[in-house]
């Protein structure tokens, strides 16, 4: 899959930034049985680099899809923290007071997908800030822009709203969907939620390349 993303925007060094915690091994029975289905999980929230993150996993599933009829499912997660630390804010962070998709589409999404355009991210933007939301009402509100989003791309989407630690409800989701691959808004394998997922994580963990910025 990120073979793919390479060649579609001309970089050779994609896997080496994006994959952040390899895919665990698994017997080969498991993996004969899911070559018919893929099943992308993003961990998501509507900041930037979660927004990233999502869209990048939508471009992969698109393009697995064409590569080879597998029916493809994107699942976004989002998790509301019981008791907030400021150690992931930002990954998992939505400030109120500014609107999350004012930044542009990221340079990827802009090589190999013309789909997301600017005011149709600054119309879904100016609809999350119109009231002052309560926890549960924004959850709906950056669950519904995902949702919003993968509306775009006419494939298999489903979302999950969870309650706890963040580390171990993405983990429940990741099992319990039998996914895999879950995308993190992540740069680094030292970022505290990549240490924090631990090196056992069921699936392969996949961040967001630094070469967005250039």
């Known amino acids: 899959m990120l073979a793919r993303l390479q060649s579609a925007i ?45 869209d990048i996993a939508f471009w992969i599933a698109h393009q697995t899809r064409l590569a080879t009829n597998a029916q493809v499912t ?8 019981e008791n907030p630390s400021n150690q992931y804010l930002d990954i998992f962070s939505f400030d109120k007071n500014q609107l999350p998709l004012e930044c542009p589409v990221s340079d990827i999404s802009k090589s190999v997908t013309q789909v997301l355009t600017q005011p149709k991210l600054t119309a879904i933007a100016t609809h999350l800030q119109r ?26 989407f489903q979302s999950h709203l969870r309650f706890g630690c963040i580390s171990t409800e993405l983990k429940k989701v990741v099992e319990s969907e039998a996914a895999d691959i879950l995308f993190m ?30």
């Not at 994107?74 to 923290?81: G, K, L, P």
């Not at 002052?132 to 993968?150: E, F, G, M, N, V």
Request: proline share 7%; charged share 20%.
């Open 10 to 54: 001309g970089r050779d060094d994609l896997i080496e930034q994006m994959v952040l915690l390899p895919e665990p091994k698994k017997p080969f029975s498991k993996r004969t049985s899911k070559a018919k289905s893929v099943n992308l999980i993003v961990a998501y929230d509507a900041s930037p680099n979660s927004h990233t993150a999502l």
């Open 74 to 81: 994107v699942q976004a997660v989002y998790v509301v923290e």
């Open 131 to 156: 009231e002052s939301l309560t926890p549960i009402k924004q959850a709906d509100r950056i669950l519904w822009q995902a949702r919003t989003l993968a509306e775009e791309w006419q494939g298999g």
């Open 185 to 214: 808004g992540c740069k680094s394998v030292t970022h505290p939620m990549i240490e924090t997922l631990g090196a056992n994580f069921p699936c392969a963990v996949l961040g967001i390349p630094n070469c967005i910025d250039e």
